[in-house]
């Protein structure tokens, strides 16, 4: 393990094992609400999360990724109780698919509420979400209460992480922590799919097949 200067209570890899998952988990909440970016496992690759409303972190996680800013960057949320912090709107479109595959690897395109980060909508005026399935991510989700961006731990037009050595080749000491829970699955990325017109709209196919 690695302690990064800056943060003196931060251990910047962390392997997950059956009796640390709280205080990790914990240690990385702490690390978000101070504007820390905290790599983590989803039930396919690696993901990269900054707390949602945090400008500087936000911006500071798209300039690492060299991500376009007119790309948005999705979210992900342990309890669509909390989706009003993103959205004004839910359709009955939007319901039945968050009744059928959430938990899971669907990410749902709504409206987004007004005055949410650029980084986040790219002036779409839209917002993608979802609750992940079985994974650290949906811990750490659950455990923040706020949403957390879900932007692939890799650089831009690089391959997504399946493993934390991986996501230090790719960032090194320039992000606050890593929590190791060892090799994912890969696979297929999750389904986005568009839900704020009368008609749903799939935007980029993946692990889940709706129609």
């Known amino acids: 393990m690695g302690i990064r200067l800056g943060y003196d209570w931060v251990v910047m890899l962390v392997k997950i094992t059956k009796n640390n998952l709280g205080e990790v988990l914990g240690t990385a909440v702490e690390i978000l609400n101070r504007s820390g970016i905290v790599a983590y496992p989803t039930e396919t690759f690696y993901g990269l999360g900054v707390r949602f409303d945090i400008e500087d972190a936000l911006k500071k996680l798209c ?3 060299k991500r376009p800013e007119e790309k948005p960057m ?5 309890d669509r109780e909390i989706l009003p912090l993103m959205t004004e709107s839910i359709n009955n479109t939007a319901l039945s698919l968050m ?5 899971g690897p669907l990410t749902l395109v709504l409206k987004a509420k007004k005055g949410l980060s650029k980084y986040l ?4 005026g839209k ?3 979802r609750i992940p399935g079985e994974s650290i991510a949906l811990h750490l989700a659950e455990r923040a209460g706020f949403p957390i ?10 391959p997504p992480a399946i493993d934390a050595e991986t996501v230090l080749n790719y960032f090194d000491d320039k992000i606050d ?5 060892g090799r994912t699955a890969g696979g297929l990325p999750s389904t986005i799919v ?4 009368e008609k749903m709209k799939i935007v980029r196919k993946g692990a889940i097949s709706i129609l």
Do not use: E, Q, Y
């Not at 909508?121 to 779409?124: E, G, N």
């Not at 922590?177 to 829970?181: A, L, R, T």
């Not at 568009?194 to 017109?197: N, P, S, T, Y």
């Open 63 to 65: 300039r690492l990724k």
């Open 74 to 78: 999705p979210l992900i949320i342990g």
């Open 99 to 103: 009744d059928k595959f959430w938990p």
């Open 121 to 124: 909508t790219a002036d779409t």
């Open 127 to 129: 917002v993608a979400v």
């Open 149 to 158: 961006t879900a932007t692939s731990a890799n650089i831009s037009g690089m």
């Open 177 to 181: 922590m890593v929590i190791d829970g």
């Open 194 to 197: 568009d839900v704020i017109g």
